[in-house]
């Protein structure tokens, strides 16, 4: 498999959508590896990633989505949640973000739309990654002190979360988050349930034991060649990876880089800049 595409997000950006990708993104604090592939060699399918940075380039914020529907209904989702954001690029708190997009849903519910999703948040000063897990599979963290794969959920000493509802289900709902330090190897890895529900040679599920099993047999010191190892491991040939379902994996990593003094200045023009041409409300 080819090496996934390297892009530097800029600050202000918000970058995604719902169509075929294997890229790696690298941002003042973590560098990502996202790749998504629509069931059956659609060009769109109904999983969705957006990943965006912050005006003075502190705050990462990351989203993997599995929108039900196809087409069109789809790609109308997928840009609301790109506007939505936009709107909240700045906020360190997501909870106002995660309340957005499930009451956008929700008003859409009539055509059936909700979505599980992951929305995370990394704050760079701090090291502090912030997870809210609406239905969706459980993230899977490397600890590199024990170098083990456990879900996000077990990590000793992160604050305690439920596990929420799916976006557009009720509305007003109170979405929880799981907070904790991202130590500097440690990776997390987040996916669609396409992964999880990929047959096996024996006809079974992978599973999310399985999926462990795997990720323990594979070198985390080289997390870019990671997802390609890991799907070379499912499908020799990679010509069923995607055969039943969307199939979306993000993978990202801490890295060393602090906010320049020039990003520090101009992040307050920069907010301003966004302020007065960011789109109506949708």
């Not at 990590?155 to 979405?175: C, D, H, K, M, W």
Request: charged content about 20%.
């Amino acid at each position: 498999m080819a090496v996934a595409q390297a892009g530097r997000m800029q600050c202000m950006e918000v970058w995604g959508g719902n169509q075929s990708v294997d890229r790696k993104l690298t941002t003042t604090g973590l560098d990502l590896w996202v790749y998504s592939q629509p069931h059956a060699a659609s060009q769109s399918g109904g999983d969705v990633y957006y990943v965006s940075s912050c005006s003075s380039g502190r705050i990462t914020r990351l989203l993997l989505a599995d929108v039900s529907g196809h087409g069109e209904v789809v790609a109308a989702r997928a840009n609301v949640l790109r506007n939505l954001m936009r709107r909240h690029i700045n906020r360190i708190n997501q909870a106002s973000l995660v309340e957005a997009i499930n009451d956008d849903f929700e008003s859409e519910s009539r055509t059936g739309a909700f979505a599980t999703a992951v929305i995370g948040t990394f704050f760079a000063p701090t090291r502090t990654l912030t997870i809210c897990n609406a239905g969706h599979p459980s993230p899977l963290i490397y600890q590199a002190q024990n170098k083990t794969w456990i879900p996000f959920g077990s990590v000793q000493g992160a604050s305690e979360v439920e596990r929420n509802f799916p976006l557009g289900i009720t509305v007003e709902q109170n979405y929880s988050n799981q907070s904790c330090k991202l130590g500097r190897e440690d990776l997390m890895l987040c996916f669609t349930d396409g992964l999880l529900e990929f047959k096996q040679a024996d006809g079974s599920l992978l599973g999310e034991a399985g999926l462990l099993r795997l990720l323990s047999q594979l070198d985390c010191s080289q997390p870019e060649r990671l997802i390609p190892e890991l799907l070379q491991r499912l499908d020799p040939n990679q010509e069923r990876i995607n055969a039943a379902d969307d199939i979306s994996l993000m993978l990202f990593q801490r890295n060393n880089e602090r906010v320049s003094l020039y990003d520090n200045l101009a992040a307050p023009f920069r907010a301003l800049k966004h302020f007065f041409s960011r789109p109506e409300k949708a």
